[in-house]
Protein backbone atom coordinates (compact mmCIF):
# COMPACT_ATOMS: atom_id res chain seq x y z
CA UNK A 1 0.00 0.00 0.00
CA UNK A 2 1.17 3.45 -1.13
CA UNK A 3 0.16 6.44 1.04
CA UNK A 4 1.31 9.78 1.54
CA UNK A 5 4.14 10.47 4.60
CA UNK A 6 4.94 12.88 6.75
CA UNK A 7 9.03 12.66 7.98
CA UNK A 8 8.05 15.46 10.63
CA UNK A 9 5.38 13.48 12.66
CA UNK A 10 6.31 9.83 11.43
CA UNK A 11 6.65 7.55 14.75
CA UNK A 12 10.24 6.19 15.56
CA UNK A 13 9.21 2.62 14.37
CA UNK A 14 8.72 3.78 10.66
CA UNK A 15 11.60 6.09 10.87
CA UNK A 16 13.87 3.04 12.04
CA UNK A 17 12.19 1.03 9.43
CA UNK A 18 12.45 3.25 6.83
CA UNK A 19 16.34 3.69 7.46
CA UNK A 20 16.74 -0.60 7.42
CA UNK A 21 15.48 -0.36 4.06
CA UNK A 22 17.58 2.53 3.35
CA UNK A 23 20.97 0.42 3.97
CA UNK A 24 19.39 -2.71 2.68
CA UNK A 25 19.42 -0.54 -0.28
CA UNK A 26 23.38 0.79 -0.30
CA UNK A 27 24.29 -2.84 0.66
CA UNK A 28 23.01 -4.51 -2.55
CA UNK A 29 23.63 -0.95 -5.01
CA UNK A 30 26.87 1.01 -3.24
CA UNK A 31 28.47 -1.98 -1.20
CA UNK A 32 31.14 0.10 -1.18
CA UNK A 33 29.62 2.99 0.43
CA UNK A 34 29.43 3.60 4.54
CA UNK A 35 25.72 2.41 5.91
CA UNK A 36 23.60 5.20 7.49
CA UNK A 37 23.70 5.90 10.77
CA UNK A 38 20.71 6.19 12.81
CA UNK A 39 20.11 9.61 14.44
CA UNK A 40 19.05 12.43 11.64
CA UNK A 41 17.03 10.43 9.56
CA UNK A 42 14.04 12.31 10.52
CA UNK A 43 15.66 15.85 10.66
CA UNK A 44 17.52 14.98 7.10
CA UNK A 45 14.23 14.61 5.06
CA UNK A 46 12.13 16.95 6.99
CA UNK A 47 14.31 20.24 6.74
CA UNK A 48 14.36 22.56 3.40
CA UNK A 49 15.17 25.73 2.02
CA UNK A 50 12.93 28.54 2.69
CA UNK A 51 10.50 28.12 -0.33
CA UNK A 52 11.17 24.87 -0.73
CA UNK A 53 8.88 21.83 0.06
CA UNK A 54 9.68 17.90 -0.04
CA UNK A 55 6.68 15.66 -0.29
CA UNK A 56 7.00 12.47 0.37
CA UNK A 57 5.38 9.08 0.22
CA UNK A 58 5.64 5.16 1.69
CA UNK A 59 4.86 1.80 0.49
CA UNK A 60 4.19 -0.36 3.29
CA UNK A 61 3.75 -4.17 3.74
CA UNK A 62 3.04 -6.17 6.45
CA UNK A 63 6.34 -7.61 7.99
CA UNK A 64 7.31 -11.20 9.93
CA UNK A 65 7.03 -9.71 13.25
CA UNK A 66 3.33 -8.84 12.69
CA UNK A 67 3.71 -5.19 12.53
CA UNK A 68 4.33 -3.40 9.38
CA UNK A 69 7.29 -2.50 6.59
CA UNK A 70 8.15 0.26 4.53
CA UNK A 71 9.53 -1.11 1.74
CA UNK A 72 9.78 1.26 -0.73
CA UNK A 73 9.73 5.42 -0.18
CA UNK A 74 9.29 8.16 -3.02
CA UNK A 75 9.86 12.20 -2.22
CA UNK A 76 9.65 15.55 -4.54
CA UNK A 77 11.47 18.23 -3.88
CA UNK A 78 9.85 21.46 -5.20
CA UNK A 79 12.13 23.74 -5.69
CA UNK A 80 12.71 27.15 -8.01
CA UNK A 81 10.84 25.77 -10.93
CA UNK A 82 12.01 22.07 -11.04
CA UNK A 83 10.58 18.74 -8.90
CA UNK A 84 13.49 16.57 -7.79
CA UNK A 85 13.04 13.29 -7.32
CA UNK A 86 14.01 10.49 -4.63
CA UNK A 87 13.01 6.79 -5.31
CA UNK A 88 13.91 3.56 -3.40
CA UNK A 89 12.55 0.01 -3.17
CA UNK A 90 13.85 -2.65 -1.17
CA UNK A 91 16.38 -5.13 -2.69
CA UNK A 92 13.77 -8.03 -1.87
CA UNK A 93 10.40 -6.54 -3.39
CA UNK A 94 12.16 -5.18 -6.81
CA UNK A 95 11.10 -6.03 -10.13
CA UNK A 96 7.27 -5.83 -9.13
CA UNK A 97 6.34 -2.91 -9.86
CA UNK A 98 6.39 -0.50 -6.92
CA UNK A 99 9.28 1.90 -7.94
CA UNK A 100 6.80 2.36 -10.87
CA UNK A 101 3.79 3.11 -8.65
CA UNK A 102 5.86 5.47 -6.37
CA UNK A 103 6.84 7.34 -9.13
CA UNK A 104 3.76 7.67 -10.25
CA UNK A 105 2.10 8.85 -7.38
CA UNK A 106 5.11 11.02 -7.00
CA UNK A 107 4.99 12.48 -10.80
CA UNK A 108 1.13 13.22 -10.64
CA UNK A 109 1.20 15.28 -7.29
CA UNK A 110 4.32 17.54 -9.18
CA UNK A 111 2.16 17.78 -12.35
CA UNK A 112 -0.65 18.91 -9.97
CA UNK A 113 1.53 21.25 -8.12
CA UNK A 114 2.14 22.77 -11.46
CA UNK A 115 5.35 21.99 -12.37
CA UNK A 116 6.21 21.10 -15.98
CA UNK A 117 10.10 19.99 -15.42
CA UNK A 118 11.38 16.87 -13.16
CA UNK A 119 15.05 15.48 -12.31
CA UNK A 120 16.59 13.01 -10.63
CA UNK A 121 20.72 11.38 -9.51
CA UNK A 122 21.09 8.73 -10.07
CA UNK A 123 24.44 6.51 -9.69
CA UNK A 124 25.60 5.02 -12.42
CA UNK A 125 26.14 1.00 -12.83
CA UNK A 126 22.98 0.27 -10.12
CA UNK A 127 19.24 -0.44 -11.79
CA UNK A 128 18.13 3.12 -11.15
CA UNK A 129 19.73 4.21 -14.56
CA UNK A 130 17.66 1.18 -16.21
CA UNK A 131 14.91 2.36 -14.46
CA UNK A 132 14.81 5.64 -15.60
CA UNK A 133 16.13 5.44 -18.89
CA UNK A 134 12.89 2.83 -19.31
CA UNK A 135 10.93 5.75 -18.67
CA UNK A 136 12.25 8.22 -20.98
CA UNK A 137 14.30 10.31 -18.90
CA UNK A 138 17.30 11.62 -20.69
CA UNK A 139 20.63 11.89 -19.07
CA UNK A 140 21.43 15.31 -18.92
CA UNK A 141 24.43 15.92 -16.78
CA UNK A 142 27.22 13.03 -15.79
CA UNK A 143 30.12 13.61 -12.72
CA UNK A 144 32.74 11.13 -11.61
CA UNK A 145 32.62 10.34 -8.50
CA UNK A 146 35.99 9.92 -6.34
CA UNK A 147 37.10 8.83 -3.19
CA UNK A 148 40.35 9.75 -1.14
CA UNK A 149 41.32 7.13 1.77
CA UNK A 150 42.72 9.28 4.51
CA UNK A 151 45.06 6.41 5.21
CA UNK A 152 46.92 6.36 2.19
CA UNK A 153 47.81 10.44 1.99
CA UNK A 154 50.96 11.56 1.97
CA UNK A 155 50.81 13.83 4.25
CA UNK A 156 54.37 15.61 3.51
CA UNK A 157 53.74 16.34 -0.38
CA UNK A 158 49.89 17.79 0.53
CA UNK A 159 51.77 19.63 3.29
CA UNK A 160 53.93 20.72 0.27
CA UNK A 161 50.92 21.65 -1.53
CA UNK A 162 48.98 23.78 1.24
CA UNK A 163 52.08 26.09 1.15
CA UNK A 164 52.27 26.36 -2.67
CA UNK A 165 50.67 29.50 -3.11
CA UNK A 166 51.41 32.74 -4.21
CA UNK A 167 52.36 35.51 -2.23
CA UNK A 168 49.32 37.96 -1.85
CA UNK A 169 46.75 35.08 -1.02
CA UNK A 170 45.84 34.03 2.56
CA UNK A 171 43.71 30.43 3.54
CA UNK A 172 41.90 30.62 6.23
CA UNK A 173 39.88 27.61 7.82
CA UNK A 174 36.30 28.09 9.62
CA UNK A 175 34.32 25.22 11.30
CA UNK A 176 30.82 25.58 10.80
CA UNK A 177 30.70 27.92 7.59
CA UNK A 178 32.10 31.36 6.64
CA UNK A 179 31.84 34.42 9.61
CA UNK A 180 29.21 36.60 8.60
CA UNK A 181 31.61 39.48 7.70
CA UNK A 182 33.11 37.36 4.54
CA UNK A 183 29.38 36.02 3.44
CA UNK A 184 29.29 38.93 0.90
CA UNK A 185 32.53 38.16 -0.50
CA UNK A 186 31.59 34.13 -0.35
CA UNK A 187 28.64 34.95 -2.35
CA UNK A 188 30.03 36.85 -5.00
CA UNK A 189 33.14 34.32 -5.94
CA UNK A 190 30.56 31.52 -6.18
CA UNK A 191 28.31 33.87 -8.50
CA UNK A 192 31.15 34.93 -10.67
CA UNK A 193 32.05 30.82 -10.99
CA UNK A 194 28.51 29.72 -11.53
CA UNK A 195 28.65 32.68 -14.31
CA UNK A 196 31.52 31.27 -16.05
CA UNK A 197 30.47 27.36 -16.47
CA UNK A 198 26.80 26.68 -16.45
CA UNK A 199 26.05 23.60 -17.14
CA UNK A 200 24.21 21.33 -14.54
CA UNK A 201 20.43 21.29 -13.74
CA UNK A 202 20.48 22.77 -10.57
CA UNK A 203 18.98 19.55 -8.41
CA UNK A 204 20.98 20.42 -5.88
CA UNK A 205 20.58 23.54 -3.92
CA UNK A 206 23.14 26.26 -4.19
CA UNK A 207 23.50 29.71 -3.24
CA UNK A 208 24.57 32.88 -4.54
CA UNK A 209 23.27 35.74 -2.62
CA UNK A 210 24.00 36.54 0.91
CA UNK A 211 20.72 35.45 2.54
CA UNK A 212 20.23 32.39 0.79
CA UNK A 213 23.82 31.78 1.69
CA UNK A 214 22.77 32.09 5.43
CA UNK A 215 19.43 30.00 4.95
CA UNK A 216 21.91 27.05 3.19
CA UNK A 217 23.95 27.04 6.17
CA UNK A 218 21.47 26.95 8.81
CA UNK A 219 19.49 24.23 6.50
CA UNK A 220 22.96 22.06 6.55
CA UNK A 221 23.25 22.00 10.07
CA UNK A 222 18.99 21.08 10.74
CA UNK A 223 19.82 18.44 8.61
CA UNK A 224 22.58 17.05 10.28
CA UNK A 225 25.54 17.84 7.73
CA UNK A 226 28.56 20.04 9.36
CA UNK A 227 30.16 22.29 7.07
CA UNK A 228 33.58 23.21 7.49
CA UNK A 229 34.66 25.54 4.92
CA UNK A 230 38.55 26.69 3.42
CA UNK A 231 39.21 30.15 1.87
CA UNK A 232 41.58 31.60 0.03
CA UNK A 233 41.51 35.37 0.55
CA UNK A 234 43.11 37.96 -1.89
CA UNK A 235 45.13 40.02 0.73
CA UNK A 236 45.14 43.41 -1.47
CA UNK A 237 41.21 43.74 -1.99
CA UNK A 238 39.62 41.05 0.68
CA UNK A 239 38.10 39.78 -2.04
CA UNK A 240 37.32 35.69 -1.72
CA UNK A 241 39.84 34.39 -4.92
CA UNK A 242 38.84 30.52 -3.75
CA UNK A 243 36.73 27.91 -1.75
CA UNK A 244 35.92 24.64 -0.68
CA UNK A 245 32.86 23.15 1.29
CA UNK A 246 33.19 19.68 2.93
CA UNK A 247 30.14 18.52 4.83
CA UNK A 248 30.54 16.03 7.40
CA UNK A 249 27.13 14.20 8.08
CA UNK A 250 25.66 12.94 10.75
CA UNK A 251 24.76 9.81 8.91
CA UNK A 252 27.72 8.97 7.66
CA UNK A 253 30.76 10.26 9.72
CA UNK A 254 33.40 8.69 8.46
CA UNK A 255 32.71 9.80 4.91
CA UNK A 256 32.78 13.62 4.30
CA UNK A 257 31.07 14.83 1.01
CA UNK A 258 33.36 17.33 -0.81
CA UNK A 259 30.90 19.61 -2.73
CA UNK A 260 32.30 22.65 -3.99
CA UNK A 261 35.54 23.65 -4.64
CA UNK A 262 35.86 27.14 -6.93
CA UNK A 263 38.84 29.17 -8.29
CA UNK A 264 37.57 32.69 -9.24
CA UNK A 265 38.49 32.86 -12.76
CA UNK A 266 40.69 36.28 -12.25
CA UNK A 267 42.87 34.27 -9.28
CA UNK A 268 43.41 31.44 -11.70
CA UNK A 269 47.09 30.00 -12.06
CA UNK A 270 48.15 31.13 -8.23
CA UNK A 271 48.32 27.20 -7.22
CA UNK A 272 44.77 27.92 -4.95
CA UNK A 273 43.14 24.87 -6.00
CA UNK A 274 45.55 22.73 -4.15
CA UNK A 275 46.30 24.99 -1.42
CA UNK A 276 42.91 25.34 -0.29
CA UNK A 277 42.16 21.25 -0.96
CA UNK A 278 45.23 20.41 0.86
CA UNK A 279 44.64 22.65 3.75
CA UNK A 280 41.01 21.60 3.51
CA UNK A 281 42.49 17.43 4.60
CA UNK A 282 44.59 18.74 7.48
CA UNK A 283 42.03 20.75 9.18
CA UNK A 284 39.51 17.77 8.90
CA UNK A 285 42.20 15.18 10.25
CA UNK A 286 42.16 17.37 13.79
CA UNK A 287 38.22 18.11 13.42
CA UNK A 288 36.85 14.37 12.81
CA UNK A 289 38.86 11.69 14.42
CA UNK A 290 36.11 9.51 12.91
CA UNK A 291 37.03 10.39 9.68
CA UNK A 292 37.91 7.60 6.89
CA UNK A 293 37.48 9.00 3.62
CA UNK A 294 36.81 11.99 1.41
CA UNK A 295 34.17 11.82 -1.73
CA UNK A 296 33.85 14.62 -4.41
CA UNK A 297 32.11 14.83 -7.84
CA UNK A 298 33.63 16.56 -11.07
CA UNK A 299 32.50 16.98 -14.03
CA UNK A 300 34.51 14.74 -16.74
CA UNK A 301 35.83 17.67 -19.03
CA UNK A 302 36.86 19.94 -15.34
CA UNK A 303 40.58 18.47 -16.48
CA UNK A 304 42.25 21.19 -13.75
CA UNK A 305 40.62 19.51 -10.71
CA UNK A 306 40.91 16.14 -11.69
CA UNK A 307 44.12 16.59 -12.01
CA UNK A 308 44.48 17.85 -8.35
CA UNK A 309 42.02 15.54 -7.29
CA UNK A 310 44.99 13.08 -8.26
CA UNK A 311 47.60 14.64 -7.28
CA UNK A 312 45.80 14.72 -3.39
CA UNK A 313 45.63 10.93 -4.05
CA UNK A 314 41.70 10.51 -4.58
CA UNK A 315 40.15 7.39 -6.67
CA UNK A 316 37.53 8.17 -9.58
CA UNK A 317 34.88 5.31 -8.64
CA UNK A 318 31.73 5.70 -10.34
CA UNK A 319 30.04 8.12 -12.59
CA UNK A 320 27.09 9.90 -11.17
CA UNK A 321 24.07 11.38 -13.61
CA UNK A 322 21.29 13.93 -13.36
CA UNK A 323 18.44 12.56 -15.65
CA UNK A 324 15.23 15.22 -16.76
CA UNK A 325 12.17 14.66 -17.78
CA UNK A 326 8.92 16.73 -18.84
CA UNK A 327 6.23 16.28 -16.46
CA UNK A 328 3.18 15.50 -18.64
CA UNK A 329 4.99 13.17 -21.13
CA UNK A 330 5.86 11.32 -18.24
CA UNK A 331 2.84 11.38 -16.64
CA UNK A 332 1.41 9.92 -19.69
CA UNK A 333 4.31 7.50 -19.45
CA UNK A 334 3.60 6.19 -16.04
CA UNK A 335 -0.58 6.45 -16.93
CA UNK A 336 -1.41 5.66 -20.09
CA UNK A 337 -5.19 6.75 -18.97
CA UNK A 338 -3.94 10.34 -18.31
C1 LIG B 1 15.45 1.80 -9.33
C2 LIG B 1 14.49 1.15 -8.36
C3 LIG B 1 13.75 2.26 -7.62
C4 LIG B 1 13.50 0.27 -9.16
O1 LIG B 1 12.58 -0.33 -8.26
P1 LIG B 1 11.60 -1.54 -8.70
O2 LIG B 1 10.45 -1.55 -7.75
O3 LIG B 1 12.40 -2.76 -8.88
O4 LIG B 1 11.11 -1.02 -10.14
P2 LIG B 1 9.84 -1.53 -10.96
O5 LIG B 1 9.52 -2.97 -10.58
O6 LIG B 1 8.74 -0.55 -10.81
O7 LIG B 1 10.44 -1.51 -12.43
C5 LIG B 1 9.81 -0.84 -13.50
C6 LIG B 1 10.65 -1.04 -14.77
O8 LIG B 1 11.94 -0.42 -14.64
C7 LIG B 1 12.91 -1.21 -15.35
N1 LIG B 1 13.85 -1.79 -14.38
C8 LIG B 1 13.82 -1.71 -13.04
N2 LIG B 1 14.89 -2.36 -12.49
C9 LIG B 1 15.59 -2.84 -13.51
C10 LIG B 1 16.78 -3.61 -13.60
N3 LIG B 1 17.44 -4.03 -12.50
N4 LIG B 1 17.22 -3.98 -14.84
C11 LIG B 1 16.56 -3.61 -15.95
N5 LIG B 1 15.41 -2.89 -15.93
C12 LIG B 1 14.95 -2.50 -14.74
C13 LIG B 1 12.13 -2.32 -16.04
O9 LIG B 1 11.71 -1.81 -17.29
C14 LIG B 1 10.94 -2.49 -15.09
O10 LIG B 1 9.82 -3.07 -15.72
P3 LIG B 1 9.73 -4.71 -15.81
O11 LIG B 1 10.06 -5.25 -14.44
O12 LIG B 1 8.30 -4.94 -16.21
O13 LIG B 1 10.72 -5.13 -16.83
C15 LIG B 1 15.25 0.25 -7.34
O14 LIG B 1 16.12 -0.61 -8.04
C16 LIG B 1 16.00 1.02 -6.30
O15 LIG B 1 15.50 1.28 -5.21
N6 LIG B 1 17.23 1.41 -6.58
C17 LIG B 1 18.01 2.26 -5.65
C18 LIG B 1 17.75 3.69 -5.96
C19 LIG B 1 18.53 4.64 -5.07
O16 LIG B 1 18.05 5.64 -4.69
N7 LIG B 1 19.69 4.38 -4.73
C20 LIG B 1 20.42 5.36 -3.92
C21 LIG B 1 21.56 4.68 -3.39
S1 LIG B 1 22.28 3.78 -4.67
Known amino acids: MVREWDSRTAPSAEIESLLDTLNAVLAADLPED ?3 QGGSLREYQSETMPGER ?3 WVAEEPSADGNTALVGHVNVLLLGDIGVVELFVHPEVRRSGLAHQLLATAVRRTYDEGFSAIGVEVVGGTPAVKFYESLGFEREYVETRSVLKLSTVDWLAVG ?11 VEFFPGGPPDDLIEAYAVAKAAVREAENAD ?3 RPSSYDPQRLRDSLTCLHKRGMK ?3 VLAIHEKTGAVAGLTEVVVPAHHPTRADQYDTIVVPDHRGYGIDRA ?16 TDVQTWNALDNEPMLKVNAELGFQPDREWYEYGADV ?5 RLD ?3
Not at 160 to 170: K, L, N, V
Open 276 to 291: IKSRMLFELRSAEPKL
Open 201 to 203: LDL
Open 160 to 170: EMARGIATGYR
Open 227 to 229: PYI
Open 34 to 36: PLW
Open 54 to 56: RIS
Open 328 to 332: PALLH
Open 336 to 338: PKT
